[in-house]
């Protein structure tokens, strides 16, 4: 019972510090990164408001004082106001004016068009963040299968380094009884020596992955992490592409607004001035108020700019057509290169599994016959050596397998929340 007490404490710690794949992935919503893709959203959708605001109306209130060499209108006058030379006339070298101007975009055919492709662009930014999103829950899955896989490895070196300490002990026993020279010890030693290496390397191998993993979740991992695949990925749209095919629209939309900015637009127009002023023939102070207003179609007749706007509009959509044919070229080539590895994988997995256990087999016999003498030390630790290599081939392969599921739930856009617990 004292024996066992620390070991079910040991135990019941490694339980507590274990973080499950679950935990892991939702701890990605709520990391920076995260938010930063939601105020790239809310960017986009801003950009969107800015297309509209040009079509609201203007209005710009003013107050000023000019100064003019010679007595100048404080508003246009009517001959009638002219007859009476004794009265004030609305004429003065310095004049106060204040006022208001208003415009309004009626009608500008391009600047539809332009919110159309401001709300695709939209549109593709919050598909891009999901995307986002996957790839770093993808990322989790990928670091926590090679993390498995150091583990795995560790403990097979431990396990290694075990059972030669173990014959180490029976060979102690053959040197003393004068059946083997103690050399034999010294080529044990060298080997227990190189496996410590190997497993300080390990763990920092680990240390390394850990800190990658918490500065992707604010997670720390101090053990392995189970994996468990609850559901299938099946083939279907390719995720990937929907943000691309948005901006190729997004494109389009803006080769067609470039070619629209040749079309006649309709604007109103409006002003109020209120003016005052001392009137340049007897110095009384005068004021005035006037407004005009009017609705006036402006009709594009030369601007060079509108040209090469419609060259450089016509370059970007071809440039994303010809993205977005590339890359579903690859993407499909690489979905269906995974899912080959995946079905590869399993079966080499299931193999793994069996040459494990062969190997156990023939280290039990290597060691009996090393007692015996019927082999050498260098052949009995070449047994050692391909147990190890089994078991870590066999770890190698979950995780390369896991790491595979994760690139086509990006593909596909699957959350890996819903694949593995």
Avoid: C
Avoid at 210 to 229: C, F, M, P, R
Avoid at 261 to 266: K, R
Avoid at 353 to 366: G, P, V
């Amino acid at each position: 019972m004292k024996i066992k007490k620390p070991l079910l404490l040991v135990a019941l710690l490694s339980q507590l510090n274990a973080t499950d794949i679950t935990t892991l992935l939702s701890a990605i919503d709520k990391q920076p990164q995260t938010l930063l893709d939601e105020v790239a959203v809310q960017e986009a959708n801003l950009q969107k408001r800015a297309v509209e605001d040009k079509l609201m109306p203007k209005l710009d209130g003013f107050l000023g004082y000019e100064r003019y060499s010679r007595p100048s209108s404080l508003k246009p006058v009517l001959p009638s106001e002219m007859r009476n030379p004794n009265a004030s006339l609305p004429f003065s070298k310095g004049i106060a004016r204040a006022g208001a101007n208003l415009s309004w975009p009626l009608f500008i055919k391009s600047l539809y068009t332009l919110k159309k492709k401001a709300s695709m662009m939209h549109l593709a930014v919050r598909d891009m963040k999901k995307i986002s999103r996957l790839q770093r829950k993808a990322s989790v899955v990928a670091m926590v299968a090679q993390l498995n896989y150091l583990y795995d490895l560790k403990s097979a070196l431990r396990a290694k380094k075990r059972s030669i300490l173990e014959t180490k002990k029976r060979l102690k026993l053959m040197v003393k009884n004068g059946r083997v020279p103690e050399s034999q010890l010294f080529v044990l030693n060298a080997k227990i020596n190189d496996l410590d290496i190997k497993i300080l390397s390990l763990s920092s191998s680990i240390n390394a992955l850990q800190a990658k993993l918490e500065n992707l979740t604010n997670i720390e991992v101090h053990s392995k992490v189970h994996l468990t695949q609850i559901a299938d990925i099946n083939e279907g749209e390719i995720f990937a592409l929907k943000p691309l095919n948005k901006k190729l629209q997004a494109a389009k939309l803006g080769l067609k607004a470039a070619k629209e900015s040749y079309y006649p637009s309709i604007a109103l127009k409006g002003s109020y001035t209120y003016s005052d002023a001392d009137a340049y023939n007897n110095g009384k102070d005068v004021d005035s108020n006037f407004a005009k207003g009017g609705l006036y179609l402006n009709i594009p007749i030369f601007e060079s700019s509108r040209k090469t706007a419609v060259e450089k509009a016509k370059l970007g959509y071809l440039k994303n057509r010809l993205k977005i044919k590339d890359t579903k070229r690859e993407l499909l080539i690489e979905a269906k290169e995974l899912k080959r590895e995946i079905n590869i994988l399993k079966k080499s997995l299931k193999l793994s599994k069996r040459n494990i256990t062969n190997q156990k087999r023939l280290l039990h016999i290597a060691k009996v016959s090393l007692e015996n003498r019927v082999i050498t030390q260098e052949e009995y630790l070449r047994y050692e050596d391909a147990l190890a290599e089994a078991r870590a081939n066999y770890s190698q392969k979950r995780a390369q397998i896991w790491q595979n599921i994760a690139k086509l739930a990006v593909i596909y856009g699957y959350d890996l929340k819903e694949i593995v617990r």
